[in-house]
């Protein structure tokens, strides 16, 4: 390509129709449990599944979408090739910015560069690919990210090439950061062409109709020195919400979870970095901020020393993040609720002590029900995400998990299907638990995938003290975009307490009634 405008365009997302989606997984109904946990996330509306956004926006007229605030991972990369010399812009939403992605392609772009943060199936990313191979046939595609890095991990490289070809992009990088990789790529394809990507680390790229590998190089960025220079993006777009990373990786092991062993050793950005970061996005006008460290108050001493700079700062952010109430006192509940915090993700997991065991959790019941008391009484909402089935899970487990949820009474709450990873720490004892199957489709000898979708559409029936917040579309992060929206949390509650009978009859195949009911909840009087 000759003097192309851009160097590359970072993509965020593309969420896609979520009916084509359940009409998919659909078919394997039979088989494994996504269909029926999603179900768990959708209503039935005019022979049509919504999710709760769309029924959302369908009661209030709006078009509200959790994936419209910035996306992290296309910023970040964005900012990190500029740094370095580059030309490079970001298309947040690709299903709601065809015109400006048209706009760009049409200028000239080396490559798009497709970061799969929140993907865990090939379609949404082949339609990107093709449309952009339709668009500008002359673009070189790059996709990078989780999706990719666990393809690489979990498959041998002929099961590789298959999920690859299926996407259709020219190159995949293999490594949990890839930032540098990335960066690589592009100036290669710029000094050099299709010939010089042999020379970079980390790739799988097409060749013909052969893919090659290159060698592993992993990569170990400095968080302090590489920040998201948020001034570098349109204000407008932006919006007032904004993620921000403050650690990578998880110090640690829960049995269940992957993520350490790919995301490599637990860093931590400075405290002075962060700070100097926040100060310059409410310089920019940003309100509201989440924090998405996977352990944001580990380790404590660090976590209050940076709520104290923040109130000593004064920015007035408001902020969420994940939480764990093991790790936390009164004075951090206290710093919390000064410094602006207005909820929090707790991956509680399990109401039972013998089950938080076998998870490697480190944490106890009563710390569970006094840490979400102390929040929810200093008006931080909680959320309380439930796994429904792991190894050794029973009746008895499950019927202390909902007592956990009736006595700590949670803002919301979340019972999602236990997925077995044949990379977390749990499957290496698979043949000493008698775990059969993978992803959701297992079974053990006191479970297996079908009883525990019956439990996780019982919990759901019989928790009244908290309100069920699916994690598609909403979870903790969509409240809180919500909540920057203007709506408050009382309507919301009382959204999510109107929707509940709707996603019930939905799981029975059932349509849903009262649906027009659901704007009067946000009616306000003048």
Request: proline share 4%; glycine share 8%; hydrophobic share 40%.
């Amino acid at each position: 390509m000759t003097n192309p405008a851009l160097d590359c365009v970072v993509i965020g997302h593309n969420d896609g129709d979520f009916d084509e989606l359940m009409q998919r997984v659909r078919q394997g109904a039979e088989v494994n449990g996504r269909y029926a946990d999603l179900k768990l996330n959708s209503v039935l509306v005019g022979g049509k599944r919504l999710h709760h956004m769309e029924l959302l926006n369908r009661a209030l007229g709006t078009d509200y979408n959790v994936f419209a605030q910035p996306h992290l991972g296309a910023h970040y990369l964005a900012s990190f090739l500029r740094r370095r010399g580059l030309r490079a812009e970001v298309v947040n939403l690709f299903s709601g910015e065809r015109v400006r992605l048209d706009a760009l392609l049409d200028a000239g772009v080396r490559a798009v560069a497709i970061t799969t943060t929140y993907y865990i199936e090939t379609e949404p990313l082949a339609e990107i690919v093709s449309y952009v191979r339709q668009r500008s046939p002359e673009t070189k595609i790059v996709v990078g990210g989780p999706f990719v890095f666990n393809t690489c991990s979990y498959f041998d490289a002929a099961s590789q090439d298959y999920v690859f070809a299926t996407i259709g992009a020219d190159v995949y990088v293999f490594d949990s950061q890839g930032e540098s990789t990335l960066t690589a790529v592009v100036r290669a394809l710029r000094d050099g062409g299709d010939g010089a990507l042999g020379g970079v680390p980390n790739l799988v790229y097409r060749s013909g109709r052969d893919f090659l590998r290159t060698p592993r190089a992993i990569e170990r960025n400095n968080l302090d020195a590489n920040p998201v220079d948020w001034s570098g993006f349109d204000r407008v777009a932006i919006g007032e919400t904004v993620y921000l990373r403050t650690a990578r990786s998880c110090p640690f092991a829960c049995s269940f979870c992957n993520y350490p062993t790919l995301a490599g050793e637990h860093v931590i950005a400075e405290n002075e970095s962060v700070i100097a970061e926040l100060r310059a996005l409410a310089g920019l006008g940003v309100h509201d901020v989440v924090f998405v460290d996977d352990t944001f108050n580990v380790p404590l001493p660090r976590f209050k020393a940076l709520l104290r700079r923040m109130i000593d700062e004064r920015l007035s952010l408001r902020w969420m993040s994940f939480f764990r109430c093991s790790n936390a006192d009164t004075e951090t509940f206290d710093l919390m609720q000064q410094s602006g915090c207005v909820g929090v993700f707790l991956g509680i997991e399990s109401g039972d002590e013998r089950i938080l065991k076998a998870m490697n959790k480190f944490a106890k019941v009563d710390a569970y029900v006094h840490g979400i008391r102390e929040l929810e009484a200093r008006g931080i909402f909680t959320y309380a995400s439930m796994i429904i089935g792991f190894p050794g899970e029973t009746r008895q487990s499950v019927e202390r998990s909902i007592e956990l949820l009736e006595s700590a009474r949670p803002s919301f709450f979340y019972p999602q299907l236990y997925f077995h990873d044949v990379v977390s720490p749990i499957h290496a004892r698979a043949k000493e638990l008698g775990i059969e199957g993978a992803g959701l489709a297992w079974s053990h000898p006191s479970m297996d995938w079908r009883e525990a979708v019956g439990w996780t559409r019982e919990m759901c029936e019989r928790v009244t003290g908290s309100e069920l917040m699916p994690g598609y579309s909403l979870s903790c992060w969509g409240a809180f975009y919500l909540l920057s929206r203007g709506i408050r949390l009382g309507e919301l509650r009382e959204f999510m307490r109107r929707t509940r009978p709707m996603v019930l009859a939905g799981f029975e195949e059932q349509e849903a009634d009262a649906v027009g009911q659901l704007a009067s909840i946000f009616a306000r009087g003048t």
